[in-house]
């Protein structure tokens, strides 16, 4: 019996857009064998890989920081019908160890990151692509307030990675990409209405899959 191809779900935005609160509604309202979620966040160079710039500082959030051929490979190995298996990313945490992640086929495939649609063979697969998009000042509070407390960064080194590298790369590469999207979500203050429109999209993708 031939592999019925699966469908494929894109959604990318700025860092603290609000993507990860749309995620964890999507996981809460699906099961993990009619929706698997792969974030590229997990696709990060090792730090040894990574080229420091003139200050030893590494940007994370320019494409060549990521393994982004990988991705490309291990969507495709999926879309073949075979199981995957990435590690965890620990935003190197030296005490942290990683988890390894197993991916098994679903009906609905959910790839998530800043730069997904920036390489064009990843976004070639997909059947939609969604955008979470934020106002700038909005999206650097929700940063400090994240990085601080989930990452353990300082304000100082949030900050100066903000107007280093995450604000002019998301100028250059993601902003861009917003063009190409088949939904913009404006995420200034909630996204709940959008969310819940995400959520019956797929319903009805998943019932005319079987």
Excluded: W
Aim: aromatic letters at 10%; proline letters at 5%.
């Amino acid at each position: 019996m031939k592999h019925k191809k699966a469908y494929i779900v894109g959604i990318c935005g700025g860092s603290a857009s609000g993507k990860t609160y749309l995620l964890n509604e999507l996981l809460k309202n699906f099961q993990p064998d009619e929706c698997a979620l792969i974030s590229q966040d997990n696709y990060y160079k090792p730090k040894k890989d990574q080229i420091p710039n003139e200050e030893g500082l590494i940007n994370f959030d320019h494409p060549d920081s990521l393994d982004l051929d990988k991705f490309v490979r291990d969507v495709q190995r999926l879309l073949r019908g075979e199981t995957i298996q990435i590690q965890e990313y620990t935003f190197n945490k030296e005490s942290a160890t990683p988890a390894v992640f197993t991916y098994s086929p679903t009906p609905v495939i959910i790839l998530e990151g800043i730069l997904i649609y920036h390489k064009k063979e990843l976004a070639d697969m997909m059947d939609l692509k969604i955008f979470v998009d934020a106002d700038e000042h909005i999206r650097l509070t929700r940063r400090l307030i994240r990085d601080i407390k989930e990452r353990d960064y300082s304000y100082e080194d949030t900050l100066r990675d903000y107007n280093k590298f995450v604000a002019p790369m998301y100028a250059q590469f993601v902003e861009p990409t917003k063009k190409q999207c088949d939904i913009i979500i404006p995420n200034n203050h909630h996204m709940k209405a959008a969310t819940q429109v995400i959520i019956n999209h797929i319903r009805t993708i998943l019932e005319t899959s079987h």
